[in-house]
């Protein structure tokens, strides 16, 4: 028996790259699942196909499994409504949901549209927003709930060009972590994972020299989907009810806990603090502890594992 048996999930984003290998790995651990996709290109631009999502579920049904198709987008509540109660419908109910659905609309800051913020923040916060609340209630009725929301490296650490994709993916990490702790009284568990992975949407990115080209080949041959799978899975069971509230990221076959923040210096005047007292002490005072510009590539600067 696998570790999800008996259990029904929703995975969004299913049709490609993480969502995809994760529903595969879903039924293989015994799940019953809804496979979402809106079956759209990588930057939201166009309708979608209802294509992606039934192929991955065909391949779920001709192993052996159970799986039912969605098309509809995660930004949508009134869609995401519905896909809980497709799971329902179609399978007697709902345990967990795994979200990694998103789109990218990269571009510098200072160049940046309002309809490509729009864009990343709908499908991603806006869309983590729409499968918690959704579903919130009955996992309140029923004392048992388990989200997989997926955060970035880009938001915990930061990559240029990425404003709105950070912004949305550190929106997530809060989200997530209210969620949890509202959700304890009645075993309602929510985790983000941080995913390194050979996707669409890592190949999307431009390489802009020979060491940028380097490590995109490295990261090709040794950070694959189906790594990051292993552990949306694992969250989804009841062997990790004691899980909840954290941060992972998962890089080749590391799996990593981040901290959160949390206070790391304290300065007092008991005269009060005036702008020029901070300037001359405070600032200077704390300077060693502050974090600098480094992008995700310089705070893992080490080659897959």
């Known amino acids: ?17 993480i969502g995809r290998e994760t529903a595969l790995l879903l ?15 990588l930057t939201g631009g166009d309708e979608g196909s209802a294509g992606p999502a039934e192929q991955v579920a065909r391949e779920i049904r001709a192993a052996g499994g159970e799986a039912a198709s969605n098309s509809e987008s995660v930004a949508d509540y009134a869609a995401v409504a519905r896909m809980v109660e497709q799971a329902k419908d179609t399978f007697g109910g709902l345990h967990a949901i ?9 571009g510098m800051f200072h160049k940046m549209t309002e309809d490509d913020w729009d864009r990343v923040i709908n499908v991603h916060l806006r869309g983590s927003f729409n499968v918690t609340r959704a579903s919130i209630e009955l996992f309140r009725e ?10 970035s490296t880009s938001g915990l650490i930061g990559n240029i060009g990425q404003a709105n994709y950070a912004a949305a993916k550190m929106g997530i990490v809060g989200l997530s972590r209210v969620v949890a702790m509202e959700g304890v009284r009645n075993n309602i568990r929510s985790n983000v994972i941080a995913p390194f992975a050979w996707t669409r949407m890592i190949e999307s990115i431009p390489v802009k020299d020979e060491a940028g080209a380097q490590r995109v080949g490295r990261m090709k041959a040794a950070m694959r989907a189906d790594q990051v799978a292993q552990l949306a899975v694992a969250l989804c069971s009841d062997r990790a009810q004691n899980v909840s509230s954290q941060i992972f990221c998962v890089r080749g076959n590391e799996i990593i806990l981040f901290d959160q923040p949390r206070p790391i210096r304290s300065m007092a005047d008991l005269n009060g603090w005036n702008p020029e007292k901070i300037l001359d002490t405070c600032l200077p005072a704390m300077a060693g502890s502050f ?11 080490y080659d897959p594992i």
């Open 27 to 41: 039924a293989r651990e015994g799940a019953k699942v809804v496979v979402n996709d809106l079956g759209g290109s």
């Open 291 to 301: 974090f600098g510009t480094e992008a995700t590539a310089e705070v893992f600067p």
């Open 1 to 17: 028996m696998g570790v999800l048996e008996g259990k029904v999930v929703l995975i969004t984003g299913g049709g490609n790259g």
């Open 142 to 151: 029923q004392k048992d709930g388990a989200y997989v929301l997926f955060t």
């Open 98 to 106: 795994v979200n990694p659905a998103g789109i990218l609309r990269d």
